[in-house]
Nanobody, 124 residues
Framework: LQLVESGGALVPPGGSLRLSCAAS????????IGWFRQAPGKEREGISC???????NYVDSVKGRFIISRQNAKNTAYLQMNNLTPEDTGIYYC???????????????????WGPGTQVTVSS
């Protein structure tokens, strides 16, 4: 089960972007979806997720600025990113999660390989 990310760009500090995460060949309806970020020189980390019940979680660093959503009819999830800072720079990935209730971003055993990600660069 794979996902493909898109929507990354170069934006100035304070700008906004909306990332997309699309599935093909299967339906996303029953899966929890997570967004991950890999900043330069750092490990990939989970930053937000949405469950099949539309429950949402965010890490503190993006809470209040990012909004995760899903549109099952389009088999796509989104990450609306507002008030971007240089610390948001990185490659953004999405993945299928075991759940979005534990606060842990464990990927499902049947997810993979990871998509290419989408580059977000926040710079003036």
């Amino acid at each position: 089960l794979q996902l493909v990310e898109s929507g990354g760009a170069l934006v100035p500090p304070g700008g906004s972007l909306r990332l997309s995460c699309a599935a093909s060949g299967y339906t996303l309806d029953y899966y929890a979806i997570g967004w991950f970020r890999q900043a330069p020189g750092k490990e990939r980390e989970g930053i937000s997720c949405i469950g099949s019940d539309y429950g949402r979680n965010y890490v503190d660093s993006v809470k209040g600025r990012f909004i995760i959503s899903r549109q099952n009819a389009k088999n796509t999830a989104y990450l609306q990113m507002n008030n971007l800072t240089p610390e948001d720079t990185g490659i953004y990935y999405c993945a299928l999660l075991v759940s979005c209730t534990s606060g842990h971003y464990y990927t499902r055993a049947d997810f993979g390989p990871w998509g290419p990600g989408t580059q977000v660069t926040v710079s003036s």
